[in-house]
């Protein structure tokens, strides 16, 4: 089985449990299910995870196909360096825009004025995150 199939394989697996038990958790009568629903998930997320484990390296074809393809650490490094540098950027930005965001309403609320001021903040902390995305395109480039 190709790689990117086995990963799409992956991804439907976990996001099918995942999903759920988000959907299980969703309303105020289902407070008291927290701690069932999180041990199920947990359960099954690991259970997934290692019957991904297995299927992906369960074949030595693919990491031999691979090998041949010239990838060298370098290029795994790269691509590493371009996933933390978006996923971390997003992180933060979305960190920043929470507070950012929250802070806003609630200065909108007691002054309706400070409007303009305030989608410039909330604005700049968005920018965090296209900064992540832009050097991790310049990341991809130099591979």
């Given at each position: 089985?190709?790689?990117?199939?086995?990963?799409?394989?992956?991804?439907?697996?976990?996001?099918?449990?995942?999903?759920?038990?988000?959907?299980?958790?969703?309303?105020?009568?289902?407070?008291?299910?927290?701690?069932?629903?999180?041990?199920?998930?947990?359960?099954?997320f690991f259970?997934?995870?290692?019957?991904?484990?297995?299927?992906?390296?369960?074949?030595?074809?693919?990491?031999?196909?691979?090998?041949?393809?010239?990838?060298?650490?370098?290029t795994?490094?790269?691509?590493?360096?371009?996933?933390?540098?978006?996923?971390?950027?997003?992180?933060?930005?979305?960190?920043?825009?929470?507070?950012?965001?929250?802070?806003?309403?609630?200065?909108?609320?007691?002054?309706?004025?400070?409007?303009?001021?305030?989608?410039?903040?909330?604005?700049?902390?968005?920018?965090?995150?296209?900064?992540?995305?832009?050097?991790s395109?310049?990341?991809?480039?130099?591979?």
């Amino acid at each position: 089985m190709n790689l990117t199939v086995k990963l799409i394989l992956i991804a439907a697996l976990v996001l099918s449990i995942i999903v759920p038990f988000g959907y299980y958790l969703i309303g105020e009568k289902n407070r008291g299910r927290y701690k069932k629903a999180i041990g199920v998930n947990v359960f099954f997320f690991f259970g997934a995870f290692v019957i991904g484990s297995i299927m992906l390296f369960g074949g030595g074809s693919v990491q031999a196909a691979d090998a041949a393809g010239g990838a060298t650490l370098a290029t795994g490094l790269g691509y590493i360096a371009a996933a933390l540098v978006t996923g971390l950027s997003c992180i933060g930005g979305g960190i920043a825009v929470a507070s950012a965001a929250s802070a806003a309403l609630g200065a909108i609320s007691e002054d309706s004025s400070v409007l303009g001021k305030s989608l410039i903040f909330v604005g700049l902390a968005e920018g965090v995150c296209l900064y992540g995305l832009i050097i991790s395109f310049m990341i991809l480039g130099q591979l």
